[in-house]
Antibody, heavy 119, light 111 residues
C-alpha cells in the first residue's frame, strides 16, 4: 500500500526558517517525481515546484523561484520544502504529491501540513 | 503561468448530471492529453479522479468521466450524489516550466 506522510503542523514567527517533509512508502520512490502544492486559506491549489527523486532535478513555478527551496533525500524516500525567512503570507496548507516517471498525473497525496506564520 | 479557468460553482439535484469545464490555452490543455481532475472535500487532501483526460484510477466511481475538445477539458458527474459535494480542480501539464497548472476550482453543490 502506498503511503505519503507529511510532517506535522507548524506555528512560526516571521523571519524564522522552516523545513517540512514528505515521506513515501510502498512506492518506487527513486523513479518518481514529488510535487509541492500550496493552498492559501479558503483558496485554490497552486503548484510550487517539482523534484525528481533519482537526480534531484527541480523545476519551480516562477512566482516561487527564490522564495522556497525544494530538496530530496533518496535514501529515506523523503522530499523537503524549505523557507529561509518566513512571512505571514506563507500561512497556508502545503500538500505534497507523487507522480511516477512517464506519468503526467499526481496519484498519491500527503495529508497536508498546516503552516501558521504569526508574530 | 495563469491558472486554467473553471466556473466558481456548479449545482445539481440528486440523480442529475453536471459538467464542469476547464479552459486553458494551446500551451497546456490544448497541447497535451495530460489533463487530470482532482476532488477535494473540506479539510481533506485532493484525490485524483480522472487522469490523461479520460481515464479513471482504480476505485473511482464510473459516474465520473472526462473529455477534451481543443483548449477546454470537461468533467462530467452523472447520477449526482450527496457525497459528490466537494471542490473540483482540473490540472494540466504545461510547456511553461515545464511543470503543471491547476484550474481555479469549482465548488459542486448537491441541492
Amino acid at each position: 500500500e502506498v503511503q505519503v506522510v507529511q510532517s506535522g503542523a507548524e506555528v512560526k514567527k516571521p523571519g524564522e526558517s522552516l523545513k517540512i517533509s514528505c515521506q513515501s512508502s510502498g512506492y518506487s520512490f527513486s523513479t518518481s517525481w514529488i510535487g509541492w502544492v500550496r493552498q492559501l486559506p479558503g483558496q485554490g491549489l497552486e503548484w510550487m515546484g517539482i523534484i525528481h527523486l533519482r537526480d534531484s532535478l527541480t523545476y519551480y513555478r516562477p512566482s516561487f523561484q527564490g522564495q522556497v527551496t525544494i530538496s530530496a533525500d533518496r535514501s529515506i524516500s523523503t522530499a523537503y520544502l524549505h523557507w529561509d525567512s518566513l512571512q505571514a503570507s506563507d500561512t497556508a496548507i502545503y500538500f505534497c504529491a507523487t507522480a511516477m516517471d512517464g506519468n503526467f498525473y499526481w496519484d498519491y497525496w500527503g495529508q497536508g501540513t498546516l503552516l501558521t506564520v504569526s508574530s | 503561468q495563469s491558472a486554467l479557468t473553471q466556473p466558481a460553482s456548479v449545482s445539481g439535484s440528486p440523480g442529475q448530471s453536471i459538467t464542469i469545464f476547464c479552459t486553458g490555452t494551446n500551451s497546456d490543455v490544448g497541447r497535451y492529453d495530460f489533463v487530470s481532475w482532482l476532488q477535494q472535500h473540506p479539510g481533506k487532501a485532493p484525490k485524483l479522479i480522472i487522469y490523461d483526460v479520460t481515464y479513471r484510477p482504480s476505485g473511482v466511481s464510473h459516474r465520473f468521466s472526462g473529455s477534451k475538445s481543443g483548449n477546454t477539458a470537461s468533467l462530467i458527474i452523472s447520477g449526482l450524489q450527496a457525497e459528490d459535494e466537494a471542490d473540483y480542480y482540473c490540472c494540466s501539464y504545461t510547456r511553461s516550466g515545464p511543470t503543471y497548472v491547476f484550474g481555479t476550482g469549482t465548488t459542486v453543490t448537491v441541492l
